[in-house]
């Protein structure tokens, strides 16, 4: 796999920067061979080191860059939730759906509940750092934290809408730096690096899963 080669994109997680849309689709680091700190691409450095605490997944990345590097960082995990699956965010916080055509809407515009497959496959900005992810007795957290740049919450709610010629179900909640999937969108704001070439930021996934009995 090389960057810009088709794929299928069906599950996991995988770091998309420094778009998510745009040139190369998903990104320029994915598709590229990784150390055990990181990814070096034409343009960027991005290292990452991953632990934990109190039971959560902490993630802490390094991107070095020329200063005013223009980014977008999503982690895109797609997961494999039921129809009754509910996403819960503060009620009120902007959200931009990105498709069919861009929107600004007040959460939770009638994405909070994924229900079943019906045709449609929707992108949303979430301007948010912040969501809870709800599937019966099971609940994962997701909380992107970076000083001094934009961060939201990105989803991809394909309910076997996308693609025309052969639809699947896909369900992404990602952790983004940038408010837009595009860093060439003029309109939204993304991540810049700032003069001393360096962003840092910090990814924090919890998971609760019911002990048996």
Known sequence: MRPGDPFVDAGGLEECVPTVRGTPDHGDAWSRPWDETGVVCPEFTL??????????VIADYELTAEPGYR?????????????????LAPAGTPVLITDPAPVLRDWPAG???????????TGAVLEHGQIRVVDGDHQLDLLVECAGQPVSIALW???RGWPADEPYRSV??????GRTFDRDDP???????????????RLTLTAFVPAES
């Open 71 to 87: 980014f977008v960082w999503a982690a895109h995990a797609l997961l494999d939730v039921s129809p009754a699956a509910r996403l």
């Open 187 to 201: 309109a939204r704001a993304v991540a810049v690096v700032p003069g001393n070439g360096v962003v840092r930021w």
């Open 111 to 121: 994405l909070a509940a994924l229900g079943p497959d019906d045709g449609t496959a």
């Open 157 to 159: 709610r394909n309910l």
């Open 172 to 177: 992404g909640v990602e952790p983004m730096l």
């Open 47 to 56: 290292r990452r080191h991953i632990g934990s605490h109190d039971g959560a």
